[in-house]
């Protein structure tokens, strides 16, 4: 077989899969669009509401390959607003039961609904009084009959060519899990702010801190006047342990900026400068950010401008606030 036609049948393969996955994930929406019901229902058992029993967790669980869906939709249930933790239910019969009280609730994953794991787990969770939600093909399975609230994805093809690998049963898992974890955060009113709390870090973390968390203020910002001498400039900002001085008129509005870059340059004209006045090397007019911008959008002014140092305005009176060096941005 020539090399032409291996490539062509495994793309045709690798399309094959996504449109059966695709398929199966249609018939999953026509399913619960033809019946809500269960779904709010499951919602409504999984939120954690303090009139209702006061559940503080949920204990979500399942074996091999759902057992890898469970632990992607507990931290998608978390960083949601959802309190969630994975417990493996070999572990959790071995002893972490001991971390399950009767005010939580449990979200259990099987397609086959006859895993004998997470059907002992879910017996446990019963007898400790925790309400039971469960993922699985047939309500009339034995996890099924042991659910509070049974979510049936009904019989799904695999897409894989032997029929046997989880493939399209664990996407339908994946997407009924996150589905209920988004419906959740929206029904608690989970918004911007607290979706950043929980992300403080990484890109999205940078998304959603600012400036004002970050800049420089009060004895470590060296703010000048444009007539300052250079060599008195020096001593400011060394005494300061910063790399800039911020030029600001009378008023306090920003004039320019006057960076380690700068002093190089200045002192390759000989030491004669350090008399002159900072002005005369200064950037004028220079780049700036506002506080309430985002770290995000300050790290790509940082990239655009070549800059190591910002002076930080008030969106409403341009009056200097502080500085923002990006080497405290990466340290973060």
Do not use: W
Not at 126 to 149: D, K, P
């Amino acid at each position: 077989m020539s090399t032409d036609r291996i490539r062509d049948d495994m793309t045709a393969s690798f399309l094959n899969v996504l449109r059966h996955e695709q398929e199966a994930l249609a018939g999953v929406v026509r399913r619960f669009s033809d019946d809500g019901g269960v779904i709010a229902e499951a919602c409504e058992t999984l939120l954690h509401d303090e009139e209702r029993r006061g559940r503080n967790r949920i204990i979500v669980s399942g074996v091999g390959k759902a057992g890898i869906v469970a632990m992607k939709v507990a931290s998608t249930l978390s960083s949601t607003g959802s309190a969630a933790v994975f417990m493996h239910p070999v572990e959790a019969l071995h002893g972490d039961l001991g971390f399950v009280s009767e005010h939580d609730c449990a979200l259990l994953f099987s397609y086959s609904g006859e895993s004998v794991e997470v059907i002992r787990l879910a017996r446990e969770l019963r007898r400790i009084g925790c309400a039971v939600v469960v993922i699985t093909s047939r309500r009339t399975s034995t996890l099924g009959r042991l659910a509070v609230v049974c979510i049936e994805t009904g019989e799904v093809r695999e897409a894989c060519y032997l029929g046997l690998a989880p493939s399209s049963s664990t996407t339908v898992m994946l997407a009924i899990g996150d589905a209920l974890a988004l419906a959740m955060a929206e029904a608690q009113g989970f918004g911007e702010v607290d979706f950043g709390l929980n992300h403080p870090a990484g890109s999205l973390g940078q998304r959603f801190r600012y400036v004002q968390d970050f800049m420089r203020t009060g004895k470590k910002v060296v703010c000048i006047q444009p007539a300052t001498k250079l060599k008195h400039m020096i001593q400011l900002v060394s005494d300061a342990k910063t790399g800039s001085a911020i030029l600001v008129n009378a008023a306090g509005a920003l004039v320019g900026i006057f960076t380690d870059g700068d002093l190089r340059r200045a002192l390759l004209k000989g030491s004669a400068v350090l008399e002159g006045t900072v002005e005369r090397f200064a950037s004028i007019p220079c780049h700036f950010v506002l506080y309430d911008t985002s770290i995000a959008d300050a790290i790509k002014l940082f990239q655009n401008t070549q800059t190591e140092d910002l002076p930080v305005l008030d969106p409403e009176t341009r009056r200097v606030l502080g500085t923002l060096c990006l080497k405290d941005i990466t340290a973060f």
